[in-house]
């Protein structure tokens, strides 16, 4: 199984927007709305932010939103901070039953 | 809460068993999962197990190498590694899934990771 597709880097200024996208197959993406995106700080443990596309777990700012369009999910983070500043990862379930993960995106503020 | 042990230094061919101790959940209700981060790259899904133990899925590059399992009677997680390759260094972390068995909503709780180092 092969990884999702993600930028290497993308960055921004403090309170500006950016979106990173997430690219799979009609094996992953593009047949389940299982798609997570988790918030990885150096020498931390991963953090969920967004899972099911959309949806927020308890706890996690609203500037965090997901979408999802056929094959490619899309993070988008508004009023960036300097402490969201860590790499970011995309999951999807597959129909293997696998769970495949993201490249990861370096994010800079 | 999560705690993983286990890890350290092995030789190419050996083995380690990784073992994740949980607390504060009802372990018995929930898939679990290993994931590991080679030092500089991103993150790897393992292996993930059912609530009775069952149903088990791998990454194909340790299929038949490790093995998942659980005694939900202790709360705990294990991952026997064998054949163990030098490209199986990595911190490795233990996970619960949620949204299962119907949906699969990621993975909410995580350990701080136990590190395995393969190197002759």
């Known amino acids: 199984q092969s990884a999702l597709t993600q930028p290497a880097s993308v960055s921004g200024s403090p309170g500006q927007s950016i979106t990173i996208s997430c690219t799979g197959t009609s094996s992953d993406i593009g047949t389940y709305d299982h798609v997570s995106w988790y918030q990885v700080l150096p020498g931390k443990a991963p953090k969920l932010v967004i899972y099911a596309v959309a949806n927020r777990p308890s706890g996690i700012s609203n500037r965090f939103s997901g979408s999802k369009s056929g094959n490619t999910a899309s993070l988008t983070i508004s009023g960036l901070r300097t402490d969201d500043e860590a790499a970011y990862y995309c999951s999807s379930y597959s129909t293997t039953s696998k769970i495949i993960f993201g490249g990861g995106t370096e994010l800079t503020v | 809460q999560l705690v993983e042990s286990g890890g350290g230094l092995v030789q190419p061919g050996g083995s380690l068993r990784l073992s994740c101790v949980a607390s504060?959940?009802?372990?018995?209700?929930?898939?679990m999962a290993w994931v590991r981060q080679a030092p500089g790259k991103g993150l790897e899904w393992v292996a993930n197990?059912?609530?009775?133990?069952?149903?088990?899925n791998y990454v194909d590059s340790v299929e038949g190498r490790f093995t998942i399992s659980r005694d939900n009677a202790k709360n705990s997680l294990y991952l026997q590694m064998t054949s163990l390759r030098a490209e199986d260094k990595a911190v490795y972390y233990c996970?619960?899934?949620?949204?299962?068995?119907?949906?699969?909503?990621?993975?909410?709780?995580w350990g701080q990771g136990t590190t395995v180092t393969v190197s002759s």
């Open positions: 504060t959940f009802t372990f018995s209700s929930y898939w």
């Open positions: 197990i059912n609530e009775d133990g069952r149903t088990k």
């Open positions: 996970a619960r899934e949620v949204g299962r068995p119907h949906y699969y909503y990621g993975m909410d709780v």
